[in-house]
């Protein structure tokens, strides 16, 4: 089945350390996304990718990193330097190109402890 | 900037009672209006694709338009799996292919 694989499900940070959310498709998508979703806000955009080696920032880029060496991969870190980590964080693809809609994976909820 | 604005917030219906959830925009150049189903805890399903204003499509008991500055999402009769949460979300041009998300509205629907 194709589709997007989060993990983990579920995360916990402590305070001052990186940590790293996994994000594969096997969709043969170009551009993947990063979102995160918190009670009350609609889901705001972190970083996206629209091709191997490259990725542009979102609306709320402070305190995360990507990379995207390979097509399948878009993995996240959430630095110490984020403040306020604890959320949902969400990855999605597309074909790119305009007027596709973005498939989403199940989701990985880090907590700060 | 672009913007979408979800309502109602939240809406409680009784099974079979049709109802409609809306959802406003303001976008420069509008590429698609999308609009998705996410359930507790998990991923926002795709639901629709809009591209423009006039344009419908149905699935089962959901039914979605577009006019230039809002669409809806026309539920007939729902049945109680059709709570969840409903999310609009706009594809501007010349902003890559990102989505920009409304808040959603909460369905509840009981017997």
């Known amino acids: 089945d194709g589709g997007i694989t989060q993990s983990p499900k579920y995360l916990f940070r402590k305070e001052g350390q990186n940590v790293t959310l996994s994000c594969e498709q096997n969709?043969?998508?170009?551009?993947m996304y990063w979102y995160r979703q918190d009670p009350g806000q609609g889901l705001r955009l972190i970083y996206y990718?629209?091709?191997?080696?490259?990725?542009q920032k979102g609306d709320i880029a402070e305190g995360y990193s990507v990379s995207r060496e390979k097509k399948e991969s878009f993995p996240l870190t959430v630095t110490s330097a984020q403040k306020n980590p604890t959320a949902f964080y969400l990855c999605?693809?597309?074909?790119?190109?305009?007027?596709?809609?973005?498939?989403f994976g199940q989701g990985t909820r880090l907590t700060v402890v | 900037e672009d913007q979408v604005t979800q309502s109602p917030e939240a809406l409680r219906l009784q099974e079979g009672e049709s109802s409609s959830l809306n959802c406003s925009y303001t976008?420069?150049?509008?590429?698609?209006l999308f609009w998705y189903r996410q359930d507790p805890g998990k991923g926002p399903e795709f639901l629709f694709t809009?591209?423009?204003a006039g344009e419908e499509k149905e699935k089962e008991r959901l039914k979605a338009t577009l006019t230039k500055k809002e669409s809806f999402l026309h539920i007939t009769a729902p049945k109680p799996e059709d709570s969840a949460t409903y999310l609009c979300?706009?594809?501007?041009?010349?902003?890559?292919?990102?989505?920009?998300f409304g808040t959603g509205t909460q369905l509840k629907v009981e017997l």
């Open positions: 809009l591209y423009s």
């Open positions: 990718s629209q091709i191997v080696n490259d990725f």
């Open positions: 976008v420069s150049g509008l590429r698609g």
């Open positions: 969709l043969n998508h170009d551009a």
């Open positions: 999605a693809s597309n074909e790119g190109g305009g007027n596709t809609e973005a498939f």
């Open positions: 979300a706009v594809q501007a041009g010349g902003g890559g292919n990102k989505l920009t």
